[in-house]
């Protein structure tokens, strides 16, 4: 295993459309261990596959420590099926290092994409959750959490050291949004 470069700011990788993968091959187990063991290096809790680089469609999440309803996935060719409600919450993203913003999203969401075995995965999620898979997906897309801000609602952003993708013990009641 190998933690990966993290590519950052205007790295133009991060605001490609990532290519589905059509085909599982034995490269990928490898290379989804390599994302999980830089996220972890890089204290997050969500990875996608453009921010080492990578243009395709795979995503890691781990928020399993504070909510072990969610054990860590990893997710190929991952798509929201369903969108409900809004909710606001924090944010940062390994890729924009010392940023961090107040970003409304769904507030539960309905997912599915293939598990590294192959299998066609099906679940809801709500809160952190929702919102890690909702920006982790948004990079698949090019699409980076800083688009979504709206000066409104940046007010409400306190100062502190961590956010969505950046994991923190003493700040885990921030990391839930405002639910
Ligand atoms: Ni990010």
Do not use: W
């Amino acid at each position: 295993m190998a933690v990966l470069e993290i590519q950052t700011n205007d790295a133009p990788v991060l605001r490609q459309k990532a290519a589905l993968i059509q085909e599982i091959d034995a490269d990928l187990h490898p290379f989804i261990e390599d994302m999980f063991e830089t996220m972890y290096e890089a204290q997050g809790i969500g990875l996608a596959a453009p921010q080492v680089g990578v243009s395709k469609r795979i995503i890691v999440i781990d928020i399993e420590k504070h909510h072990p309803e969610y054990p860590r996935i990893a997710l190929i060719n991952p798509v929201l099926t369903l969108t409900v409600g809004e909710e606001l919450g924090e944010e940062g993203c390994l890729s924009l290092p010392g940023v961090r913003g107040m970003v409304r999203r769904s507030a539960m969401v309905k997912v599915e994409g293939l598990l590294p075995n192959g299998n066609k995965i099906e679940f809801d999620a709500a809160h952190l959750m929702a919102r890690v898979l909702q920006h982790e997906i948004d990079h698949l897309n090019g699409i980076l959490f800083t688009d979504l801000l709206r000066p409104e609602d940046q007010e409400l952003l306190e100062t502190g050291p961590e956010s969505c993708e950046k994991s923190g013990d003493e700040n885990e009641d921030s990391l839930h949004g405002n639910k």
